[in-house]
């Protein structure tokens, strides 16, 4: 980082691969080193894609700088043709905020554990912003509730005219994460015309009335936004929904759900822990039962809950090592390419084992 002061007090210029130069001012320095926002460092932007992807291993934090550096850059341009005029002046610093802070609740490895079933990341963010660090560096901004109309704003629940800025079909949060993921995996799909959408946002009024605005997009700019919704879906077909990534993802979330059942790791714990931690936890303990062959009524129970189809990996390769993994009705064992039902999500009594952990958590109409 380099260093200065400016007219507004102190700032530090942080070099990003993406975005050039990223100017960070007051407040939202402080708020980078507090301790959950530190941690966004330890949490990988796109969980698992790194297996596939080699260079998918930037994480949370630079990209929470990346929003918070457009989040600047679309406030200048409203500012500069004067839609910011009828609004209190700290709002677009709470934007700003909220944009550098929008991923505060992620767990490790992004939203794979959400998908498990806990918490959303952005119903988390109200836990890592009442921290005292982040409580103090907010309250020296003299922005009244900020932590409250923060959390709003990343909940989508604000009636702010530039909530969409943040949580929206055109929030910069997407605007940054497809233009990063596609720089970081080597792929050329995540291409966005950038300025010319940012050049396009203003802010109309709503069809209710009332005097409500929000922020949409001047008919110049549809290409742009074109070029984003066509970037989301590629990189969601080739990157975040390649097979071998939801593989893994799959593999991890039964894992931790039946760790979760087993009472070998505590939810609340998970939330405010890295990636490298969360994997090394199981791996301390003296008791794996995770790693365990299972017994042949839990490889029973297993094929009676699936009709004899398991394609959660986690408990299928469990089954597969065991003599007695065998299809019900058939002479041979389970082989990868079986087929069977799709499964509904499961909504069982508490597992009495890991394995049973993982069949009953199986969610297998997912993907």
């Given at each position: 980082?380099?260093?200065?002061?400016?007219?507004?007090?102190?700032?530090?210029?942080?070099?990003?691969?993406?975005?050039?130069?990223?100017?960070?001012?007051?407040?939202?320095?402080?708020?980078?080193?507090?301790?959950?926002?530190?941690?966004?460092?330890?949490?990988?932007?796109?969980?698992?894609?790194?297996?596939?992807?080699?260079?998918?291993?930037?994480?949370?934090?630079?990209?929470?700088?990346?929003?918070?550096?457009?989040?600047?850059?679309?406030?200048?341009?409203?500012?500069?043709?004067?839609?910011?005029?009828?609004?209190?002046?700290?709002?677009?610093?709470?934007?700003?905020?909220?944009?550098?802070?929008?991923?505060?609740?992620?767990?490790?490895?992004?939203?794979?554990l959400e998908e498990a079933g806990l918490l959303s990341h952005e119903d988390l963010a109200a836990e890592h912003l009442a921290h005292p660090e982040v409580t103090a560096a907010l309250a020296r901004t003299g922005l009244p509730d900020a932590a409250a109309r923060i959390a709003e704003l990343i909940t989508g629940r604000s009636t702010s005219p530039l909530q969409g800025l943040i949580s929206g079909s055109l929030d910069l949060d997407k605007i940054d994460y497809l233009t990063r993921d596609a720089r970081m995996c080597g792929v050329p799909y995540g291409t966005v015309d950038v300025d010319r959408l940012l050049h396009s946002l203003t802010l109309v009024p709503l069809p209710e009335g009332e005097g409500r605005r929000a922020i949409a997009v001047r008919e110049k700019g549809a290409s742009a936004l074109e070029s984003l919704t066509f970037a989301k879906y590629q990189m969601y077909r080739n990157v975040y929904w390649h097979h071998a990534v939801r593989a893994a993802t799959t593999m991890f979330k039964r894992a931790v759900r039946a760790a979760i059942a087993c009472g070998q790791i505590a939810v609340a714990w998970i939330a405010h822990t890295t990636a490298a931690a969360l994997v090394e936890r199981p791996r301390q303990m003296d008791d794996a039962p995770l790693a365990r062959q299972p017994g042949p009524d839990e490889i029973d129970y297993a094929l009676e809950r699936v009709g004899g189809f398991m394609p959660c990996v986690f408990a299928h390769n469990a089954l597969h090592v065991s003599s007695a993994g065998t299809r019900k009705g058939s002479t041979g064992p389970l082989k990868d390419d079986d087929s069977g039902p799709q499964l509904s999500r499961c909504r069982l009594p508490r597992p009495r084992s890991p394995v049973r952990a993982a069949v009953d958590s199986c969610q297998c109409c997912e993907y």
């Open positions: 980082m380099s260093e200065g002061r400016g007219p507004s007090g102190d700032f530090e210029v942080v070099r990003d691969p993406l975005w050039n130069n990223i100017r960070l001012d007051g407040a939202a320095l402080e708020l980078l080193d507090s301790a959950p926002f530190q941690r966004l460092r330890y949490i990988r932007q796109l969980g698992h894609a790194f297996l596939v992807y080699p260079g998918a291993t930037h994480t949370r934090f630079e990209h929470a700088l990346g929003a918070y550096h457009l989040a600047g850059r679309a406030l200048g341009l409203l500012g500069e043709r004067g839609e910011l005029a009828a609004l209190p002046p700290h709002d677009a610093l709470l934007v700003r905020l909220a944009a550098l802070l929008h991923d505060i609740g992620h767990y490790p490895f992004s939203h794979a």
